[in-house]
């Protein structure tokens, strides 16, 4: 589905439309304008405007046009293509070909090509003049500040306040599922966790510093160096800029941690897997079962199903533990433990993590 990182894509594809004129706007199904206008609104606002930039915040994607801005939402299953070019080939929840009656938007340039929008369950939509002020700050150039604010407050899962757009926008349900983080804690300790040190490149400084080098590096090695506010550091009273240093993280031992590139905070994972962490992870496996097969057998994202499920007990054992979370993500509307025939058709097989996992569904 179209998150952070597809919708990047798309606006990267848009850049080829940049200083195209319009020449007409296709509109097939009027239910995709949104934001209150009609059709023949949007062709009158944007025929014969030239497109001055291809801009994102979050999963919206913003054409500037030198009158109104365009925003193109994608929902779960849409794409963008231009002059017949996908910047997707696919989407785990969008279909595996192209059809003609997917076309939901479009727009017709002077001089030849195209941009349209292909979205089979007609979730996205277009809009002029979009209103992006309640979007949290962008997810692709958040700030740790901003990132940190996002994950303070309250004290629901890290998921939600994740993929709360308003805290931070951009990330969906399969970035932050690859987090696979259970919580978050914010803390100053940084001495408790690690320490950040100055590593010099020396094949850059070298040249430039020639014998200073070595007092570079042993005040590197001591940490008596100073950060700035441009970004450089000074060490030795020499000024380093970005590409002649990294900073680093030492950590005690351990302890599993990395250091973000703005070098104002440590990322520290506890490792530790106990059995509770064991179950969650295999019933999080056997929901990536059920939903590829839900998208082979090219089921709508809103269909219901009733679930038989069969296999090894240590994966049973967990769906049973995690079963309202296994039902809601797979849209189980009946989940049923029970054999299942391995010959059969309508039966999937697989290895989760050296068990075995046999299933069938069917839309309830």
């Known amino acids: 589905m179209p998150e952070i990182l597809e919708v990047e894509a798309y606006r990267r594809l848009a850049e080829r439309v940049v200083g ?55 929902g779960m299953t849409g794409r963008l293509l231009v002059d017949g070019e996908a910047a997707i080939r696919y989407l785990q929840w969008g279909g595996r070909r192209s059809d003609p009656t997917w076309v939901r938007f479009g727009l017709q340039f002077r001089g030849g090509g195209r941009l349209w929008i292909d979205d089979p369950r007609r979730l996205g939509g277009v809009e002029l003049e979009p209103d992006v002020g309640g979007l949290g700050p962008d997810a692709w150039t958040a700030t740790t500040a901003e990132f940190e604010q996002a994950l303070a407050g309250g ?8 993929l709360d757009q308003a805290r931070l926008a951009g990330l ?13 804690e914010l803390t100053n300790d940084l001495e408790g966790h690690g320490r950040l040190v100055l590593r010099p490149d020396g094949r850059t400084l070298g040249p430039r510093l020639g014998g200073d080098v070595q007092a ?112 809601g993500q797979v849209l189980a509307t009946e989940l049923v433990y029970d054999a299942v025939d391995p010959g059969a058709d309508d039966v999937t097989e697989a290895t989760v993590e050296g068990s075995t996992l046999r299933f069938s569904l069917a839309v309830s």
């Open 20 to 74: 195209r004129t319009i020449s007409a706007v296709e509109t097939p199904d009027a239910w995709f304008v949104k934001g209150g206008a009609t059709t023949e609104a949007v062709a009158v606002a944007l025929v014969n405007r030239r497109i001055t930039a291809s801009r994102r915040h979050g999963k919206v994607l913003l054409l500037d046009s030198g009158g109104p801005t365009l925003g193109l939402r994608f």
């Open 172 to 184: 969906g349900n399969l970035l932050v599922d690859e987090v696979n983080v259970r919580s978050v």
């Open 216 to 327: 570079v590096f042993a005040a590197a090695r001591s940490g008596d160096y100073r950060r700035n506010d441009d970004g450089t550091v000074t060490v030795a009273d020499q000024v380093l800029v970005p590409g002649e240093f990294d900073l680093g993280v030492e950590s005690p031992d351990g302890v599993t941690a990395a250091a973000l590139g703005s070098g104002d905070a440590v990322v520290v994972l506890d490792t530790e897997v106990t059995d509770d962490l064991i179950r969650e992870g295999l019933a999080r496996d056997v929901v990536r079962q059920v939903q590829q097969a839900r998208r082979d057998a090219e089921l709508v994202v809103t269909d219901r199903i009733r679930l038989v499920l069969d296999g090894d007990e240590d994966l049973m054992d967990a769906v049973r533990t995690h079963e309202a979370h296994v039902a």
């Open 155 to 162: 004290r629901g899962p890290v998921k939600a306040r994740l």
